[in-house]
């Protein structure tokens, strides 16, 4: 069964539509990249699921309860970690992390035990004192992190949670959701980084406007994109004759040369790559080098939204 | 590993959140600490001297009634906390976490009234000892009326930080409002010496009420009425349920990502 349900789930705020009946399942223990650009809605779904908004028109089922009919039993289930970093900046980090433990009811013990781990991944424990105003953006994302892998809630939100971070934190965040997702928790993470959501998520779900235009897996959802594959075969010289045998190859949209450069824009471009390096070379091409360019998530995104992530 | 936190424990912890937040900033503490005496040893006494021609003792009087409005005052900051949380996004981290929208209500009054009791404590026992009051049990009694007044105060700011959406006009309502409930009530001054136009709104003061319980109680030949003891709860029922109403209507209906 699926963990999280949003069942044509509509959200208005006066006569504004934020989310304009999403349907959507995530399932258990998966990772769910949400991608959309400002104002797409994401914020507003995740906050429906959260029970902190009532949904307009629809119903939104986590773990088999009604987001909206037993909010007390949804929230127990969730932790989010906010893109920005939302916490009382006079406490320190540890401070932080106590007051989120216990209000989330993780025991005394094993909240201790959690913290320290955390900080210390993070490097933060020499810095669990400070008051966190004074730490630097990065920094305070991490503690915006670390609430919820202190909480390890069944079902974890992440909006934007490398925003700010170096590349050794970057890479350290990700594995420990990873972790986090292989000791049973639901990861949705909200992100505008295309290769954050590559890297990490089973699926991804695109929202634009208020509607969940795509949902799949990252390397399906690339090969919805037919003909957008681009085959380069550097030649030792131009070859126009050979653009017209190429091309009756049935993927292939259209091909030319650009000096010596014969460019193949055609579908399924990683099987036909064989294909195309042995049809050039019998009929007398001299390939010299080949690259395959493959439509990434952004061009997805850009695909099925018309816009770019800003 | 979690459990599903009890209603009681939420609200304990929502108040060791504020209590937290006040142990980071004593400089608040100091602040209105050397207000209230300098009104105390000052104003009191200058105006005590001036008043001595009217037959009462207005050091006294005024002494319990500092206390109740001083605890008044903090306890409208809970409002100011909570609408720059919202400013900050901060309410929407509070709003996600496992406890419902009206105990978070009722966990934010009681932190504010827990907060002022601390401030006011060592004050309310300075004026027990300055009025020759010396009873443990009847100072305590005064605690838990000026307590039951911060809760609904807190209940009343909270109610305005979800009803006002402009920053600089939740800020004129919040000392409007701080004005009117100790201005307009018999804390500093007798009703009697009021413009009649305010008396029957000041009579039905919940600071008036709160003024008048702890002045019965430690001050000889005063007495409060029982509608005064009414007067102070319905004042706080009111107030926890408009401020927790209000919180869901500003949550429906103002915010958009």
Redesign the interface.
Known sequence: MAMIQFKDVAKSFKDVYAVKGVTCDIEDQEIFGLLGPNGAGKTTLIMTMATVYNPTRGEVVVDGHSASAEPDKVKSLIGISFQDPKYDRILSAREILQWHGKVTGVEKGVREKRIDDVLTKFGLAGEAKKRTWMLSGGTKKKIENAKVFVQRPKIAVFDEPTAYLDVPSRLMVWDMIDELRDGGTTVVLATNMMDEADRMSDRVGIMSRGEMVQVGEPARLKGTLKGRDVIEMKLEAPFPELVGEVKHVEEVKEAHFEGDLLKIALSNGRELLPHMINLVTAKGGKVQSVNLKEPSLEDVFLHYTGTTLT | ?????SSLF?IW??I??DL??LV??PWILINRTVFFLIQLFVFAFLITKLASSLGFNYFAFYSVGAVVSTITSIAFIIGEDLFEEEE???L??L??????HTLFVIGRALGGAVRGLIYVTPMMILVAYLDGYFSVVGVAGSLLVIFVLATGISGLSITLAMLIRNANRFDIMIALAELATVRVSAAIYPLVYMPKVLQPLATYSPVTSASDIVRAIFLPGYASEPYETVVLVLFVLIFFGLGSAFLFRK???????
Do not use: A, H, N, Q
């Open positions: 590993m979690s459990s599903k936190p939420i912890v929502l060791e959140r937290r937040t980071k900033s900050m996004g901060l929407d981290y709003l996600s976490l496992p406890f419902g949550l429906e209906g103002g915010k958009f990502e």
